[in-house]
């Protein structure tokens, strides 16, 4: 019996392919990148043939080094950026226009107008989201609204609409399946969050026709077969599905509310476990789908930063002061402290809690004195204040007080970092050893949903920590740090 699982991560600029044993080694892995499009100022497009060739190579590259062979893979799983979509033809496959990407900005104005008609409270009641361009609901009414002949096609029932995940079960199967899961359903302003089914009232507001959309599943189930994928054998079951995010957190194994992981990468992302019952925040938080494993649905509450790697990326290509983003974490540790300078990497806005598209980066308490060292240890504290906003707001409206909180992705590796965010949190950071987490959470909803593995308490013994950060700051001084971060915000 095939005992390795495939993870299939398509990401934003790529697409990862993932093959990994029952014990979590990770036996092979392939990557490809794709276009990006921008037709437009604000506007973000991915040709939808494009990512399915990027799976292809990534399929190819997976199994050439010949630690792993295709009759090896019995279950594959699934994750992916979440609110990109597209719709394509029922009989040919073709889409109609390219998908449109998360960070697509062009819906600014349904999203403005759907606000001055009254109607945000409504979506943040039943979806637990915002009014924002970038989820996936207002994009689909784009679509509708300027493809022509989109509308008819959908009448006479040839049109298909999904994110991602739901056109690779679609290719995969061979057409066979047209199906999506709460996790994704959950980022597309169109589902009630309790129901977990689509909204009538929404799609009408959002004048995108239902009988487009996909069928809503859980995230561990058989969806389908592959059949006719090239380089992969017929018969494999696609059964293990979620957004990238939803994926990360089951993949840290946060089972349990109140548990929390954040990811590290151009932004910072957090998402906390709050249970069996969606928490509307107070705070500025999305409230998600986690999970859906049978008929319980686990939820999350969810924030974001627009700015966290970028930053040390900017030190390195626009100010200079380091040749490789690596290079921060010594140059950081050159000095005891900041020596009083404060970096609020606002560079396009703040996002949770505080949504302020209009603030800006900030350097404050600047002098003579002020070195290199200064300026990346600053910048570094700058990523760990913004995650602390969060995590408190998600405390608050969870009711759930942070023990630890499970960190991955790039910049998890930079150890300075790790332990500054202890110790601005007062809480245990634990690092895992296998810190491609998204697309662990993926293979262990496929492991799941084909009985690799019997439950996640198996899961939870398979998850292995690398590294625990405590706290080593006394509250004194971090008390002042926290008012010099909440002060300079102010000023951004």
């Known amino acids: 019996m095939p005992e390795a699982v495939m993870a299939i991560d398509q990401g934003t600029t790529g697409t990862t392919v993932v093959v990994i044993d029952r014990d979590l080694n990770v036996l092979s892995r392939g990557y490809r990148e794709f276009r990006q499009i921008y037709p437009h100022p604000g506007w973000v497009e991915h040709n939808p043939k494009d990512i399915w060739t990027s799976l292809l190579a990534a399929l190819d590259d997976a199994f050439r080094n010949g630690a792993v062979v295709p009759d090896d893979i019995g279950a594959i799983g699934i994750t992916n950026q979440?609110?990109?979509?597209?719709?394509?033809?029922?009989?040919?496959?073709?889409?109609?226009?390219?998908?449109?990407?998360?960070?697509?900005?062009?819906?600014?104005?349904?999203?403005?107008?759907?606000?001055?008609?009254?109607h945000e409270e409504l979506f943040i009641r039943r979806t637990g989201l915002v009014l924002d361009p970038y989820l996936s609901g207002t994009k689909l009414k784009w679509q509708f609204d300027h493809v022509p002949d989109l509308r008819n096609e959908a009448s006479a029932g040839r049109a298909l609409a999904g994110t991602i995940d739901t056109f690779l079960v679609w290719k995969l199967t061979g057409g066979r399946a047209h199906v999506t899961d709460a996790t994704n359903a959950s980022r597309t302003l169109l589902m009630d969050l309790r129901t977990l089914s689509w909204d009538e009232e929404l799609s009408s507001l959002l004048d995108v026709p239902m009988n487009v959309l996909p069928e809503i599943r859980g995230s561990a189930e058989i969806y389908g077969y592959t059949r006719g994928v090239p380089g992969i054998p017929d018969n494999i079951p696609?059964?293990?599905?979620?957004?990238?995010?939803?994926?990360?957190?089951?993949?840290?194994?946060?089972?349990?509310?109140?548990?929390?992981?954040?990811?590290?990468?151009?932004?910072?992302?957090?998402?906390?476990?709050?249970?069996?019952?969606?928490?509307?925040?107070?705070?500025?938080?999305?409230?998600?789908?986690?999970?859906?494993?049978?008929?319980?649905?686990?939820?999350?509450?969810?924030?974001?930063?627009?700015?966290?790697?970028?930053?040390?990326?900017?030190?390195?290509?626009?100010?200079?002061?380091?040749?490789?983003?690596?290079?921060?974490?010594?140059?950081?540790?050159?000095?005891?402290?900041?020596?009083?300078?404060?970096?609020?990497?606002?560079?396009?806005?703040?996002?949770?809690p505080h949504w302020r598209a209009e603030a800006r980066g900030l350097i404050s308490g600047l002098t003579r004195g002020t070195s290199r060292a200064h300026l990346a240890r600053a910048a570094l504290e700058g990523i760990a204040l913004q995650n602390v906003e969060i995590l408190q707001a998600m405390e608050t409206d969870s009711g759930h007080s942070l023990l630890s909180?499970?960190?991955?992705?790039?910049?998890?590796?930079?150890?300075?970092?790790?332990?500054?965010?202890?110790?601005?949190?007062?809480?245990?950071?634990?690092?895992?050893?296998?810190?491609?987490?998204?697309?662990?959470?993926?293979?262990?909803?496929?492991?799941?949903?084909?009985?690799?593995?019997?439950?996640?308490?198996?899961?939870?013994?398979?998850?292995?920590?690398?590294?625990?950060?405590?706290?080593?700051?006394?509250?004194?001084?971090?008390?002042?740090?926290?008012?010099?971060?909440?002060?300079?915000?102010?000023?951004?």
């Open 82 to 118: 979440r609110e990109t979509n597209l719709i394509w033809n029922r009989e040919t496959g073709e889409p109609y226009h390219n998908a449109i990407v998360w960070q697509c900005r062009r819906t600014a104005d349904i999203c403005d107008a759907l606000k001055k008609k009254g």
């Open 405 to 492: 909180l499970k960190v991955d992705g790039g910049a998890s590796a930079n150890n300075l970092l790790m332990q500054m965010q202890a110790d601005f949190l007062g809480c245990r950071i634990v690092r895992p050893k296998v810190v491609e987490t998204t697309a662990l959470g993926a293979a262990f909803l496929a492991c799941l949903g084909s009985g690799m593995m019997k439950d996640m308490e198996e899961i939870k013994h398979a998850w292995k920590e690398d590294r625990v950060f405590t706290p080593r700051m006394d509250g004194d001084t971090r008390d002042e740090a926290l008012m010099r971060w909440h002060g300079a915000v102010r000023k951004a």
């Open 238 to 352: 696609i059964c293990g599905m979620a957004g990238d995010q939803q994926a990360a957190l089951f993949g840290q194994a946060c089972f349990d509310p109140g548990e929390a992981k954040c990811t590290y990468g151009t932004g910072a992302f957090l998402l906390m476990n709050t249970g069996e019952t969606p928490v509307s925040s107070k705070k500025g938080l999305l409230s998600t789908v986690a999970w859906k494993l049978g008929d319980r649905a686990t939820y999350a509450l969810e924030g974001s930063t627009f700015i966290a790697g970028a930053v040390v990326q900017w030190l390195r290509d626009e100010l200079k002061i380091i040749d490789s983003a690596p290079q921060i974490e010594a140059l950081a540790a050159e000095v005891p402290d900041t020596g009083g300078v404060t970096m609020v990497p606002a560079f396009v806005g703040l996002g949770a």
